[in-house]
């Protein structure tokens, strides 16, 4: 209704809207489908309501933090001969400051 009401979201109305809504037990239905065939444990399929950008961005960065986290990263380990020849680029910096 919005779109219809309010001038500055009228640009966002199409008439074939309407036809479209009629279809939308349809899609529900090829929506679930597919997540159904397609989510695992490994790779899940996430629902973000998108009625409020702000908490849609902020539960998509909470999952991708949260799995982030999960993956308990580490930096890669140094070799010790590595470390003898940062120490020794280091020294070489620090010479021609």
Request: no cysteine; aromatic share 10%; glycine share 0%.
């Amino acid at each position: 209704m919005e779109r219809l009401t309010q001038p500055e979201k009228r640009w966002k109305f199409n008439e074939r809207d309407l036809e479209e809504r009629k279809l939308w037990d349809q899609y529900e239905e090829a929506t679930n489908d597919v997540l159904s065939a397609t989510s695992s444990k490994s790779t899940p399929w996430y629902i973000i309501p998108a009625d409020d950008k702000w908490y849609a961005r902020a539960a998509v960065a909470d999952i991708i933090a949260s799995h982030l986290e999960s993956l308990d990263l580490e930096y890669p380990r140094v070799s010790p001969e590595d470390e003898e020849k940062f120490a020794a680029l280091a020294k070489q910096l620090e010479e021609q400051e």
